[in-house]
């Protein structure tokens, strides 16, 4: 088992981090790379595939998760699950082959509930921004 499979309790191919640059109680950084191969692909759009928003909220999301789950800050057993999406802006399309890097701010931590903003960048372009809330459960 990888590190993000330990921090996450994702998987393929529902799984979009494939390293944590940087995490601290201020900012998480993240990368994944979206291969030809992903599921969506097939059918979102054929010939002209696009990674769907959706799935771009939800890397920055996975990305804060597992961030916070490498600092300790919420604990070995914690599962995050999104309650509300805000201030979403789609910038650029992510296409195959495209490395995103997420950047996330943790705008409130507590046992309970996380609250995240987070950018979604492939190069230097914005791709994505949004902030959202997770309800923390346990396993």
């Not at 088992?1 to 601290?24: G, K, Y």
């Not at 509930?113 to 396993?139: I, R, T, Y």
Request: charged residues 30%.
């Amino acid at each position: 088992m990888n590190e993000i499979e330990q921090l996450l309790p994702h998987r393929e191919p529902f799984l979009f981090v494939d390293e944590i640059v940087q995490a601290d109680e201020k900012k998480i950084i993240a990368k994944h790379v979206f291969t030809e191969k992903e599921f969506f692909f097939k059918g979102h759009f054929p010939g002209y595939p696009v990674v769907p928003g959706v799935i771009l909220i939800e890397t920055m999301a996975q990305s804060g998760g597992a961030g916070l789950r490498k600092l300790g800050t919420l604990g070995d057993g914690a599962l995050f699950f999104l309650a509300s999406v805000d201030k979403v802006k789609f910038r650029r399309q992510v296409r195959p082959g495209d490395e995103v890097r997420s950047e996330v701010e943790n705008l409130r931590v507590s046992p309970r509930m996380v609250k995240q903003s987070g950018k979604a960048f492939v190069g230097d372009e914005l791709a994505a921004e949004a902030e959202w809330m997770c309800l923390v459960g346990n396993e």
